[in-house]
């Protein structure tokens, strides 16, 4: 069983910088690959980026290539996701989700969400 609980989220301005953080319980951890995803009101759910268990992997969404990055601590059995660079665009309650293998069709489990909202 894996917990995750999302942080940092807030207001920021635009072409500023949010760094989110996703702490979890478990004990295998470090065993899973973990995603940030994000809902933006009235629009679904759409992935963000995602880091392999070894951190030795990551993937961005195009929106976002360049301006975020996502990393990873075992040892702290969390997960970040720095925000650079941020546009309007970028308000949305951002999730994060873990998944066994990159071959799952579904995430085992999710973050119950952090808002993030960025003024122009």
């Known amino acids: 069983q894996v917990q995750l609980v999302e942080s940092g989220g807030g207001l920021v301005q635009a072409g500023g910088s949010l760094r989110l953080s996703c702490a979890a319980s478990?004990?295998?951890?470090?065993?899973?690959?973990i995603d940030w995803l994000r809902q933006a009101p009235g629009k679904e759910r759409e992935f963000v980026a995602w880091?392999?268990?070894?951190?030795?992997?990551?993937y961005y969404a195009d929106s976002v290539k360049g301006r975020f990055a996502i990393s990873r601590d075992n040892a702290k059995k969390t997960v970040y996701l720095d925000m650079n660079k941020i546009l309007p665009e970028d308000t949305a309650v951002y999730y994060c989700?873990?998944?066994?293998?990159?071959?799952?069709?579904?995430?085992?489990?999710w973050g119950q969400g952090t808002q993030v909202t960025v003024s122009s």
């Open positions: 478990g004990r295998t951890f470090s065993t899973y690959r």
């Open positions: 989700a873990a998944k066994s293998s990159n071959s799952d069709l579904t995430y085992a489990y």
């Open positions: 880091i392999s268990w070894s951190g030795g992997s990551t």
